[in-house]
C-alpha cells in the first residue's frame, strides 16, 4: 500500500542520524521552551530560524516541529507547579493540575499529561498520514461564518469550566474580550483603547497578560501574611511520583476523548487548538458523575486537555502539509525556513517533497517518543524543585518571568504591564473572579469579533449567515444546549450555590 | 536598614564584578562590532528572508556579523519609528519596504518619523512583484473580464487582504483607485488566513505577492490574472503583466531596501552600498532571490540616489491613492 | 487599581468607607493623569501639563457635564470635550452609585465591591472607546464591538454587585502591602533597566528587589542564589535560545 511506501519512506528520512539528532534538540528546546514561563514557541522560534540556514531543509523542520510541540509536553510542567500557563492551551492544565500540586500530587499530574500527550502525540501522527488529505476540507469549509459560531462556543466552554459563579465567569469572560479590542482595529486600523501609547498599538499580548494574573499574582498572594502555612503544607505533603492505578483507570477515557476532540479541533487554523483544551475538559466535567471534583484537583481535568493540546498541535501541521498554508503564527516561521531553503510549500508539497514531509511525519512519532522517555524522569526532578523554599523560588521566577516577556518583543512596557497585570489579578484572586475565563476571552475575543465582522462584510450585513450555513448553524446549536445544560442547574440552585462557595 | 545596605552592598559586589568581563574599546575603522539590521516584520516573511539572504552575503564582506532584529508592530512602523531614533554610527540598519518608508505617509496620520527625512537611503535589495489573485472558480477568464465583472459587481464582490497597511492591501487599494470602485474589503490578520480563505472560495480576488502565491497558482487552487511588474516573471512565465493584458496603470512591487538612521557619515554609507551591491552581483545570493520570485534592481537602480528619488516616487504615489480611502 | 486596595483594606462595618473608596475610585482616572503630568514639568513623558489637567478636569466635572447634561434638554448637540464625557460617562455614575452605597445594606461586601470596580473599569472601556466611528451601514465600525461589550459588562458587574446586596457572603479579605510593592518594584526595576544596564545587573538587582518582599529571606543565601541564578540566564536565554539580550551595561561596552 501507498501508505506504508510512504511511512517507510519517511522513517528512513528521520531515521538518519543527522535527523534523530536534530530531532532529539527541538524536542529538548521545546521542552526548555515550554517550562520557562513567558519564552513563547513563536519567539523561540523566530530567533533559532537564522541557526536553520545552515542546516538541510529536512533537518531544520525536523528541528522546528520538535519545539513546537515540545514546547506543549513542557508548557503543563508550569502549569502544573508554578500555575503559570505559558500558552493559551495550558491555562486549562492549570486549573485542576496546580490544584493537584497543591494537594501533594504533582507527580501524577505530570506523568499523566506527559503520557496523556504521548498517546494523543502517536495518534494525531497516524491521522496526519492516513487522512491528512482528506481532512484538509474540513479546515477550507470552515469560512468566517463557520469561525464566528465556533468562537462563540468557545467562549460557553468557559463558562463551563469556571467552577464558582456563572455570572463572575461571564463578566470575566467579557472583561477579556475588552482587553483583547486594545489595539488596532483590524478593519479600519484605527486605534482602540490605546491612549497614544505605542506599545499598545498592536494590542495586549497573551503572554503579558497570562504572566500578570496567573504568575505575578500567585507569588503576590503568596507572599501575604498567613499564606506561607498553606505553602508549607504543599511541600511537605508530596506523595508518589507516578499515577497510581486508579489515576490511570479514571484517566484513560478522558485522554481518548481528549485525543479525538484535539485531533478534530486541531485542524482549524486560528484557536483550533485553544478550543481542544477547552472543549476537552468541558467535557470531562459534563459527563463527569461528580462535576464538583473539577477544579479541585480532577486528574482528568489534567489528561483530557493535555491530550488534546498535543493531538491538536500535531494535527494543526495538516494545513501546511497538504495546502501549503500556514495555520498559525509558528507554523509562519516554518514556512519562511522553508522559503529560505528554496522550498515554497503549496498544495504539491507531498508530491514535491516526499521527503521533507513523510520525514517530518515520522519524525513526530520519533519526537514523542523522546518526549515522554525525557518527561517522565524529569518527574522527579520537577517535583523535587517543589522542595526549594520559597523565598528562594519566588524571586526566580519573577526574574524568568520578567526576561521571559521582555524577550516576546524585546518591549520593556510589556514587563510593566504584566506587573499591573500581576496586581489586577491579586485583586480579582481576592474578589474571588477566575482568571482562567478572562485569558479565554483575551484569546477568543479578536478571533470571534474578526470573523463575525468578516461574515457580515461578506454577506452583506445578513445575519442570518449564522443560521443557514450548516456548519455554523450546528455548532451554535451546540453553544445553545451547553449553555442551558450550564444554566439551568445553577439558576435553580442559586442559593446553595452561593452557600457552598462561603466554605471555601 | 539593614537590608537597603544589604542591597547597596550586593549592587556594588555586581558591579565590581562586572568590570573583570569589559574589554578595552578598540579604535578602528567602521564597522567596529556587529551590526544590528531591524527588521520591520515577523521572521520568515518575504521582507525578514530578503534581508537575511543579502546581509549574510554583507557581513562577509564587511568583516563583521550582522545581527537581525525582528521587531513587529503596527505594519512595520514601530521598528522604523525605534531605527529613525537609533545612534546613526551605521551599526544599527533597517530594511525598510514599500509599507514602512511610503504607504506609512498616507495610513498613519501621526507617524513617529518620515521615510524622507529620518533616513539615509543605502540600497535597493529587491522587488517582490505583485499579482491579480482569484479564487479558481470566478467567473472572469483573464484581466479584461475581470475589469469588466469586478466594474459592474462591484457591490457583490469581496477582496480578501491581510491587514490594514499591509501590501495586499495596499496594492489592491491602488487597483481599485485605478478602476475607480470600491468593493468590500474583507480584512484578514496576515497573508496566510486571507489566502486560506482564497483557496477555500470564502472571498473573490486579493492582491498578493509573488512568493505565497507561485505554488497555489501552480497546483490550481487558485488563479493569477496578471502580474504587476513590466516584464514576465520566470517563476510564473504563463502570467501575463497587467501591461499585455490590458491594464498598464497598475504597477505596484513590494520593493525592500536598506536605510540608515539620518546622520550617518557618508563614508559609512559608501560602504555599506557597496557591500550590498557587491552581494547583490554575487551568484548565489542572485539565485536565491530568485527562486523567491523577486526582482533584482538594474545596477543604476542600486545607488543611494535612485533609491531617494524611489522613495520620493512611491511616497507621492500611495498619498495620492491612499488619502482619499480614509 | 491600587486606589482601589486602599478602601479594601479595611473592613468595613458600615457603608461609610466602601462609599468613600467609590467616591475616589470615580475620580481615579483625573487623579491619575495628574500624577501622569506632573512628569511633563521635568520633561518626561508626553501629555497636558499639571495645571491644564487640573483646570480641564475641574472645570469638567463641576461646570462642563452638568452644563451638558441640561444643555440636552435644550436640543444643543455640540460636540463635547473628553474631559467632560469622561466626568459624564465615568464619574458621574460611579458618584450616584457611591451614595446608593451609603443607603443599603451589603451582605457580601466581596461581591458588592468586585461588582462595582469591574463596573468601573468597563464605564472606562465605554469612556475610552466613545470616540471611534460606529456601525456605518451593514459594517461593524472600530468601535461597535467594544461599545457592546463594554455595555454588556455595565449589566453583567451590575448584577454581580446585587448578588452581594441580596445573598449573604464574604467580606473583603485582607491585602497586605509588602509582596505587592516589592514584587512590582522588581518588576519595574528590571523593565527600566534591561535597555540601560543589561541582563546581568537588572536581573541580580531585580532579584534581590523581589526577595525583599518576604519578611522570610535570608539575605546570604538570596543573594547566593541570584547570582547564580544571573549566571545561569546570562548562560540560557542569549546562548542556548539564542534570544538577542544586552548582557553588560551600555557604558560599559563603548
Same mark, same amino acid.
Not at chain 1, 498520514?129 to 468566517?144: C, N, Y
Not at chain 2, 491602488?174 to 483557496?199: E, R, Y
Not at chain 3, 441640561?70 to 474631559?83: I, R
Given at each position: ?5 510512504n511511512?517507510?519512506?519517511g522513517?528512513?528520512v ?6 534523530l ?22 519567539a ?8 536553520t ?28 507547579l ?9 491555562v ?18 505530570l506523568?499523566?499529561a506527559?503520557?496523556?500527550?504521548f498517546?494523543?502525540?502517536c ?11 482528506p481532512l484538509?476540507?474540513l479546515?477550507l469549509?470552515?469560512?468566517p461564518?463557520e469561525y ?5 462556543l ?5 463558562? *463551563?469550566? $469556571?467552577?464558582g @459563579?456563572?455570572?463572575? =465567569?461571564? +463578566?470575566?469572560?467579557? &472583561?477579556g474580550l %475588552? /482587553? ?8 479600519t ?8 501609547i505605542?506599545?499598545?498599538?498592536d ?11 496567573f ?5 503576590i ?10 505553602r ?5 505533603k ?5 499515577p ?16 479525538v476532540?484535539g485531533s ?7 484557536g ?10 468541558t ?14 484537583g480532577a486528574?482528568?481535568? *489534567?489528561? $483530557?486537555?493535555? @491530550?488534546?493540546?498535543? =493531538?491538536a +498541535?500535531?494535527?494543526? &501541521?495538516?494545513? %501546511? /502539509? ?29 508530491q ?10 515520522a ?7 523522546m518526549?515522554i ?24 521566577i519573577?526574574?524568568f ?6 524577550s ?13 497585570f ?29 470573523n463575525l465582522?468578516? +461574515? ?15 456548519l ?30 462561603s466554605e471555601? | 536598614?539593614n ?9 556594588v559586589?555586581a558591579a565590581a564584578?562586572l568590570?573583570a ?6 579604535a ?7 551590526i ?8 520568515g516573511?518575504p ?5 537575511r ?30 531605527a529613525?531614533?537609533?545612534a ?11 509599507g ?8 498613519y496620520?501621526k507617524?513617529?518619523y ?6 539615509e ?21 483573464d484581466l479584461?473580464?475581470?475589469?469588466a ?7 457583490k ?5 491581510a491587514?490594514v497597511g ?12 485605478i ?15 486571507a ?32 502580474i ?7 517563476s ?17 512591487q ?15 554609507l559608501?560602504?555599506l552600498?557597496a557591500?550590498a ?8 545570493v ?25 522613495v ?15 | 487599581?491600587a ?27 483625573q487623579?491619575?493623569?495628574l500624577?501622569?503630568s506632573?512628569?511633563?514639568?521635568f ?10 489637567a487640573l483646570?480641564g ?5 463641576f ?13 444643543g ?21 457611591a451614595?446608593?452605597t ?9 461581591d ?6 469591574l463596573?468601573?473599569?468597563a ?8 470616540d471611534l ?6 459594517s461593524?465600525?472600530?468601535g ?6 463594554g ?8 448584577g454581580?454587585?446585587l ?6 457572603g ?9 509582596g ?5 518594584a ?8 534591561i535597555?540601560?544596564l ?10 534581590l528587589?523581589?526577595?525583599t ?12 542564589v541570584?547570582?547564580c ?6 548562560v ?19
Amino acid at each position: 500500500m501507498d501508505l506504508f511506501a510512504n511511512l517507510a519512506h519517511g522513517f528512513a528520512v528521520a531515521l538518519s542520524p543527522i535527523n534523530l539528532l536534530m530531532c532529539l534538540i527541538g524536542a529538548l528546546v521545546g521542552t526548555l521552551v515550554g517550562v520557562l514561563p513567558g519564552i513563547g514557541t513563536i519567539a523561540t522560534v523566530a530567533m533559532l530560524l537564522p541557526i536553520t540556514f545552515g542546516l538541510p531543509p529536512v533537518g531544520a523542520l525536523i528541528m522546528l516541529a520538535g519545539i513546537y510541540y515540545g514546547a506543549q509536553y513542557g508548557g503543563s510542567t508550569t502549569s502544573i507547579l508554578v500555575n503559570i500557563p505559558g500558552e493559551a492551551t495550558s491555562v486549562v492544565t492549570a486549573i485542576d493540575g496546580h490544584q493537584m500540586a497543591k494537594q501533594g500530587r504533582a507527580g501524577p499530574a505530570l506523568a499523566i499529561a506527559a503520557i496523556g500527550s504521548f498517546f494523543a502525540g502517536c495518534v494525531a501522527t497516524i491521522l496526519i498520514a492516513v487522512l491528512g488529505a482528506p481532512l484538509t476540507k474540513l479546515a477550507l469549509a470552515f469560512g468566517p461564518a463557520e469561525y464566528f459560531s465556533l468562537m462563540v462556543l468557545g467562549l460557553i466552554f468557559a463558562v *463551563v469550566l $469556571a467552577k464558582g @459563579s456563572v455570572l463572575k =465567569a461571564i +463578566a470575566m469572560i467579557v &472583561f477579556g474580550l %475588552l /482587553l483583547s479590542m486594545v489595539g488596532s482595529d483590524i478593519e479600519t486600523g484605527a486605534s482602540r483603547m490605546a491612549f497614544n501609547i505605542p506599545e499598545l498599538a498592536d494590542g495586549l499580548g497573551f503572554a503579558t497578560v497570562a504572566m500578570g494574573v496567573f504568575g505575578f499574582a500567585e507569588i503576590i498572594r503568596n507572599l501575604d501574611a498567613g499564606a506561607e502555612m498553606n505553602r508549607d503544607l504543599v511541600q511537605q505533603k508530596i506523595t508518589g511520583l507516578m499515577p497510581t492505578k486508579k489515576d490511570l483507570i479514571d484517566s484513560t477515557p478522558a485522554i481518548l476523548r481528549g485525543t479525538v476532540l484535539g485531533s478534530i479541533l486541531g485542524i482549524l487554523p486560528g484557536g483550533g487548538a485553544v478550543i481542544a483544551s477547552f472543549a476537552a475538559y468541558t467535557l470531562e466535567k459534563k459527563i463527569a458523575k461528580d462535576p464538583r471534583r473539577f477544579g479541585r484537583g480532577a486528574i482528568e481535568g *489534567v489528561a $483530557a486537555p493535555e @491530550s488534546a493540546n498535543n =493531538a491538536a +498541535a500535531q494535527t494543526s &501541521f495538516i494545513p %501546511l /502539509l497538504t495546502l501549503g498554508i500556514p495555520p498559525n503564527a509558528v507554523m509562519a516561521l516554518m514556512v519562511g525556513a522553508m522559503t529560505i531553503h528554496g522550498i515554497v510549500p503549496g498544495p504539491q508539497v507531498m508530491q514535491k517533497q516526499p521527503d521533507l514531509v513523510w520525514g517530518m511525519i515520522a519524525s513526530m512519532w520519533i519526537g514523542n517518543l523522546m518526549l515522554i522517555i525525557i518527561n517522565l524522569p524529569l518527574v522527579g526532578i520537577w517535583v523535587r524543585l517543589l522542595r526549594v523554599p520559597y523565598r528562594l523560588m519566588f524571586p526566580s521566577i519573577v526574574i524568568f518571568c520578567a526576561i521571559g516577556i521582555y524577550s516576546v518583543n524585546n518591549a520593556p512596557v510589556d514587563v510593566i504591564l504584566a506587573g499591573v497585570f500581576g496586581l489586577v489579578g491579586y485583586w480579582l484572586i481576592k474578589h474571588d473572579f477566575e482568571p482562567a475565563p478572562l485569558l479565554l476571552g483575551m484569546v477568543l475575543g479578536p478571533l470571534m469579533e474578526e470573523n463575525l465582522r468578516r +461574515a457580515l462584510l461578506i454577506s452583506r450585513g445578513d445575519w442570518s449567515v449564522f443560521l443557514t450555513r450548516p456548519l455554523s448553524a450546528v455548532l451554535l446549536a451546540l453553544a445553545a444546549g451547553l449553555l442551558i445544560l450550564t444554566v439551568l442547574p445553577v439558576l435553580r440552585a442559586k442559593r446553595e450555590e452561593v452557600f457552598t462557595e462561603s466554605e471555601n | 536598614m539593614n537590608t537597603i545596605r544589604m542591597l547597596a552592598g550586593a549592587c556594588v559586589a555586581a558591579a565590581a564584578s562586572l568590570c573583570a568581563f569589559v574589554a578595552p574599546a578598540q579604535a578602528q575603522t567602521y564597522p567596529t562590532r556587529s551590526i544590528t539590521m531591524i527588521v520591520p516584520f515577523a521572521a520568515g516573511g518575504p521582507t525578514d528572508v530578503i534581508s537575511r539572504i543579502v546581509t549574510g552575503h554583507m557581513a562577509q564582506t564587511l568583516g563583521q556579523s550582522i545581527i537581525i532584529e525582528n521587531v513587529v508592530g503596527a505594519g512595520g512602523t514601530t521598528a522604523t519609528s525605534r531605527a529613525a531614533r537609533a545612534a546613526n554610527d551605521g551599526h544599527t540598519l533597517i530594511t525598510g519596504h514599500m509599507g514602512t518608508h511610503a504607504a506609512s505617509v498616507p495610513l498613519y496620520p501621526k507617524l513617529a518619523y518620515h521615510p524622507e527625512k529620518d533616513f539615509e537611503p543605502i540600497a535597493l535589495l529587491a522587488g517582490t512583484p505583485i499579482l491579480i489573485l482569484a479564487r479558481k472558480d470566478f467567473p472572469p477568464k483573464d484581466l479584461k473580464e475581470f475589469v469588466a465583472y469586478v466594474k459592474a459587481n462591484a457591490e457583490k464582490v469581496n477582496a480578501a487582504h491581510a491587514g490594514v497597511g499591509s501590501v495586499s492591501h495596499v496594492s489592491c487599494e491602488l487597483l481599485h483607485s485605478i478602476l475607480d470602485i470600491k468593493p468590500v474589503g474583507v480584512p484578514f490578520n496576515g497573508t496566510g488566513p486571507a489566502m486560506n480563505a482564497l483557496v477555500g472560495g470564502q472571498v473573490d480576488y486579493m492582491c498578493d505577492q509573488i512568493v505565497n502565491a507561485v505554488p497555489q497558482i501552480n497546483a490550481g487552487t487558485i488563479k493569477a490574472y496578471a502580474i504587476a511588474t513590466p516584464a514576465r516573471n520566470p517563476s510564473l512565465p504563463n502570467v501575463p503583466t497587467t501591461t499585455e493584458a490590458g491594464l498598464p496603470a497598475f504597477q505596484a512591487q513590494a520593493w525592500n531596501a536598506i536605510f540608515a538612521p539620518k546622520g550617518t557619515s557618508p563614508a559609512i554609507l559608501a560602504t555599506l552600498n557597496a557591500a550590498a551591491v557587491k552581494a547583490l552581483d554575487d551568484e548565489n545570493v542572485k539565485k536565491r532571490l530568485l527562486d523567491l520570485g523577486s526582482v533584482i534592481p538594474a545596477p543604476a537602480e542600486r545607488t543611494p540616489e535612485a533609491l531617494a528619488a524611489l522613495v520620493k516616487a512611491e511616497v507621492a504615489k500611495w498619498s495620492a491613492v491612499l488619502k482619499p480611502a480614509t | 487599581m491600587a486606589d482601589t486596595m486602599g478602601h479594601s483594606a479595611t473592613a468595613t462595618r458600615n457603608n461609610t468607607s466602601v462609599a468613600l473608596g467609590i467616591f475616589v475610585l470615580a475620580l481615579a482616572p483625573q487623579i491619575f493623569e495628574l500624577i501622569w503630568s506632573l512628569g511633563t514639568i521635568f520633561g518626561w513623558g508626553t501629555g497636558r501639563g499639571p495645571v491644564a489637567a487640573l483646570i480641564g478636569h475641574a472645570s469638567a466635572l463641576f461646570a462642563g457635564a452638568p452644563g451638558a447634561v441640561f444643555g440636552s434638554f435644550g436640543g444643543g448637540a455640540k460636540k463635547l470635550s473628553s474631559d467632560v464625557l469622561l466626568a459624564l460617562m465615568y464619574s458621574y455614575p460611579l458618584f450616584a452609585v457611591a451614595i446608593l452605597t451609603l443607603f443599603m445594606t451589603i451582605k457580601s461586601a466581596q461581591d458588592y465591591v468586585g461588582g462595582i470596580v469591574l463596573m468601573a473599569l468597563a464605564l472606562f472601556a465605554l469612556w475610552a472607546s466613545s470616540d471611534l466611528q460606529g456601525m456605518r451601514g451593514f459594517s461593524f465600525g472600530a468601535g461597535t464591538a467594544p461599545r457592546m461589550f463594554g455595555g454588556l459588562m455595565v449589566a453583567l458587574s451590575a448584577g454581580i454587585a446585587l448578588t452581594g446586596l441580596l445573598y449573604d457572603g464574604p467580606s473583603l479579605q485582607h491585602y497586605s502591602w509588602r509582596g505587592p510593592l516589592f514584587v512590582m518594584a522588581s518588576i519595574v526595576f528590571f523593565a527600566l533597566a534591561i535597555r540601560p544596564l543589561g541582563l546581568i545587573v537588572s536581573a541580580f538587582a531585580s532579584f534581590l528587589i523581589a526577595a525583599t518582599g518576604s519578611h522570610e529571606t535570608r539575605w546570604v543565601e538570596a543573594i547566593i542564589v541570584g547570582a547564580c541564578l544571573t549566571a545561569g540566564c546570562a548562560v540560557l536565554f542569549p546562548y542556548i535560545l539564542g534570544l538577542p539580550m544586552p548582557m553588560l551595561p551600555r557604558f560599559l561596552m563603548q
